[in-house]
């Protein structure tokens, strides 16, 4: 009787112990922009840019995670807004774009107000949407949400994550208004 006791006591501090682990995946994601923003930014005009800290205005418990429909959380090792943060510095230094600190007269700041993750039989869709401003000299030059959704099949999901916030990047640079207010053309 008292093995009993000890094998279901011992078996219940190990589900305790354990829950946290299958709360949701864990993912390492170490993502860098190699894509191309396919535009110049070396004769941008009102530079230096500064790129200030990314928010996440997500109803979400955890920062690190990532809604994912009908499961669990995936988790993050970063802040998905600070991982945004990176993406759009990365992608201004491939742009040839004059950066600088804080207190710039061009600033871009965003706001990250959506990620999640769906899986399907069609695959894994990874959405994520976040607000951009820039502001020029203290007053708000630009404004927009830029949306990304990439839909991938047998792929790892750190990649279809990577390949999201490439869209997601690459959308910024397709936006002519955006463009325009750096004196691109």
């Known amino acids: 009787m008292k ?3 000890f094998i279901t006591l011992a078996l219940s501090g190990l589900l305790l112990t354990s829950q946290p682990l299958l709360a949701g995946d864990k993912i390492e994601l ?5 894509d191309d923003t396919g535009v110049s ?4 005009m009102g530079g230096p840019l500064s790129i ?3 928010t996440d205005q997500r109803a979400i418990g955890n920062k690190h995670d990532i809604n994912r429909a009908e499961q669990d959380a995936v988790t993050l090792s ?4 600070a991982i945004i ?7 201004f230094v ?20 959506e990620m999640e993750i769906v899986e ?3 695959g894994t869709e990874v959405l994520i949407r976040c607000e951009l401003t820039l502001n020029n000299q203290g007053r708000n030059a630009w404004q927009s949400v830029v949306f990304s959704r990439v839909n991938a099949d047998n792929q790892a999901l750190s990649a279809t994550i990577a390949q999201g916030l490439d869209r997601l990047v690459n959308e910024l640079f397709l936006d002519d208004y955006f463009l325009m207010e750096l004196g691109i053309f």
């Open 30 to 34: 170490d993502y860098h922009y190699t």
């Open 41 to 44: 930014l070396s004769s941008m």
């Open 120 to 122: 399907s039989d069609s």
């Open 85 to 91: 943060q990176q993406a759009f510095h990365e992608a």
């Open 52 to 54: 200030s800290s990314f």
């Open 3 to 5: 093995s009993r006791h």
């Open 78 to 81: 970063q802040p998905p807004a």
């Open 94 to 113: 491939s742009a040839d774009a004059q950066l600088g600190e804080a207190e710039t007269p061009l600033t871009l700041s965003g706001k990250l107000l």
